[in-house]
């Protein structure tokens, strides 16, 4: 059974850190790209960074380039997002997805969306 389970999401205040993780478990991690998405209410799904397991490519949605880094623990068929500098419009439930493709993973398909989801973490940053 395919499971990709975030956590470390919470409750911080504007210019305050968080790390979330995204343990993933199922299926051949090396596969896959991973990607984290976002959704605030009232707004669509965005993708905010993702990363290669195999080679270690990475991307960043323009909104966080600088702040969020993202990183993967292969031993642990993990990736991280660490996120500084947090501002109230990160404020949404994030998730992380795999997709075998890089375009669909990556949040940036105008069409596909990753096969796999977790379920997904709140974050939420006061101003």
């Known amino acids: 059974e395919v499971q990709l389970v975030e956590s470390g999401g919470g409750l911080v205040q504007a210019g305050g850190s968080l790390s979330l993780s995204c343990a993933a478990s199922?299926?051949?991690?090396?596969?896959?790209?991973i990607g984290w998405f976002r959704q605030a209410p009232g707004k669509e799904r965005e993708g905010v960074s993702c990363?290669?397991?195999?080679?270690?490519?990475?991307m960043y949605v323009d909104s966080v380039k600088g702040r969020f880094t993202i990183s993967k623990d292969n031993a642990k068929n993990t990736v991280y997002l660490q996120m500084n500098n947090l501002k109230p419009e990160d404020t949404a439930v994030y998730y992380c997805?795999?997709?075998?493709?890089?375009?669909?993973?990556?949040?940036?398909?105008?069409?596909?969306?990753?096969?796999?989801w977790g379920r997904g973490t709140q974050v939420t940053v006061s101003s």
């Open positions: 990363i290669s397991t195999m080679d270690g490519a990475l």
């Open positions: 997805a795999a997709d075998q493709f890089w375009k669909i993973a990556c949040g940036t398909s105008s069409s596909l969306v990753p096969d796999y």
């Open positions: 199922g299926f051949t991690f090396e596969d896959y790209t």
